[in-house]
């Protein structure tokens, strides 16, 4: 592929991922709210359960969603995913009881962009530019991270709390398909074939057989189980007891979105100059037991600033990183089902996870959530270091890189 059509793929891909976030974002400002106006109150441990079964909704997409991108492609896994996305963003508008957003999580089967977009990637990168093309993702992520929220809230304002939430479901179905229709290019062509449809086996068949998938499924279950752990402990606590009013809220945004852009332009690139991708990886870890380490300790919200600032930027590194050795660990025409085992892994994290954090706050405290964190990424750490052995493969990869 000419590095003109490269560059193409990447500017639409990136317009892709920034309306996905932006209505994601716009959701995720309005969800907590939408939540807590309903006709009952729900715990702690209500949520939990929510967000746990939505998450396993999740994984069960995230499968049939990787197989079958092998043998359709991946614009129609794109397209299914912003319809099925679509209808639940406008579903929870409606939803005023546990019951109701329980059972609209069933959409979620669907909500797997991010996961074809990571197989998308790796048909039109070399393994070696793969995390740095994968960071540039991060810039319509970090765009979306300030101008979500803010649509969102101000819609809200001037209008209700469901129907701006209605409106971000209608919008981003609108304003994606077009650009998914008429813009996506097809970067490869993968046959039918029948060992390409939708088989389980094939799934338990790649797992035995590949180690080097195998260490990248892991390490990636690890940095996400430690993330969920922490995020869903910062979200609820950290930012409710340092945040003064909406304009602290919007500082955290602003921090969050210059960490990544960064360490996309400043600091990936001096990394990549000077270390392989195994050290790469384990600097990021070491970013991230600092940041989830000293979440316990901090008593300002400058000093929850700071290390929202390293947890943003470490946690993408890590999670581009992990991405990379999975799609470099199999052929091109198991990229749909490599990404989608990646999927599975990173949901069942989060269908394990709010379950444990969220009794584990209610019955003793919220500060073991942030140890929990702390311990996972340690442990990941050391599993980088001592056992895995495929981080360095493509190292001495003779394929062309994408500059530009």
Same mark, same amino acid.
């Given at each position: 592929?000419? *590095?003109?059509? #490269? ?7 990136? =317009? ?12 995720? /400002? ?13 715990? $702690?441990?209500?949520? +939990? ?11 069960? @997409? ?8 092998? %043998? ?7 397209? *299914? ?9 406008? @579903? $929870? ?32 990168? /070399?393994?070696?530019?793969?995390? +740095?093309?994968?960071? #540039? ?14 649509? @969102? ?19 981003? %179905? ?7 229709? &008429? ?54 606590? =950290? ?15 602003? !921090? ?8 996309? &332009? ?8 000077? !270390? ?8 990021? =870890?070491? @970013? ?15 000093? =929850? ?18 991405? /990379? ?11 749909? #089902?490599? /990404? +989608? ?13 709010? $379950? ?21 990424? $340690? ?19 003779? *394929? ?5």
């Amino acid at each position: 592929m000419s *590095l003109e059509r #490269k560059q193409k793929v990447m500017l639409v891909l990136c =317009l892709i991922f920034g309306i996905w976030h932006v209505g994601t974002q716009w959701t995720t /400002t309005l969800l907590s709210f939408l939540q807590w106006d309903t006709d009952e109150v729900m715990t $702690i441990v209500d949520l +939990g359960y929510i967000q746990a079964f939505g998450s396993l909704c999740n994984a069960a @997409g995230a499968l049939a969603f990787g197989q079958i991108a092998d %043998t359709t492609g991946a614009q129609t896994m794109f397209m *299914l995913s912003c319809i099925l996305t679509g209808i639940y963003y406008c @579903g $929870i508008s409606f939803a005023k009881s546990w019951y109701a957003f329980f059972f609209l999580q069933i959409f979620r089967f669907g909500y797997q962009l991010d996961s074809t977009a990571e197989m998308y990637l790796a048909t039109v990168t /070399t393994e070696r530019e793969r995390t +740095g093309a994968l960071m #540039k993702l991060t810039m319509p992520q970090a765009v979306a991270m300030f101008f979500g929220p803010i649509v @969102g809230s101000k819609l809200a304002a001037w209008t209700s709390l469901r129907f701006s939430q209605l409106i971000c479901g209608v919008a981003m %179905t609108s304003a994606l398909m077009p650009v998914l229709y &008429f813009l996506l290019p097809q970067t490869h062509s993968i046959p039918k074939l029948a060992s390409a449809k939708l088989r389980p086996q094939d799934y338990f068949y790649m797992l035995k057989q590949n180690t080097h998938l195998r260490e990248g499924l892991v390490v990636r279950a690890m940095v996400v189980a430690a993330y969920v752990c922490y995020e869903m402990i910062a979200r609820n606590f =950290l930012l409710r007891a340092y945040m003064k009013d909406t304009n602290d809220s919007a500082y955290v945004l602003l !921090v969050m979105a210059a960490s990544l852009l960064s360490v996309q &332009f400043i600091i990936l690139p001096i990394l990549q100059r000077n !270390v392989n991708p195994k050290t790469l990886l384990q600097i990021a =870890l070491c @970013g991230l037991f600092f940041s989830y380490g000293s979440a316990t300790f901090t008593t300002t919200f400058e000093q =929850l600033l700071v290390i929202t600032a390293v947890q943003t930027g470490c946690y993408a590194i890590a999670y581009a990183e992990t991405s /990379t050795q999975i799609t470099s660990a199999v052929e091109m025409t198991d990229l749909g #089902k490599a /990404t +989608g085992l990646a999927s599975m892994c990173q949901w069942m994290t989060h269908f394990i996870l709010p $379950i444990y954090a969220s009794n584990l706050v209610q019955h003793y405290h919220y500060t073991y959530a942030f140890y929990t964190a702390a311990l996972m990424t $340690i442990s990941t750490l050391g599993y980088v270091t001592f056992v895995v052995r495929n981080a360095n493969n493509r190292v001495q990869t003779l *394929l062309p890189s994408l500059a530009y």
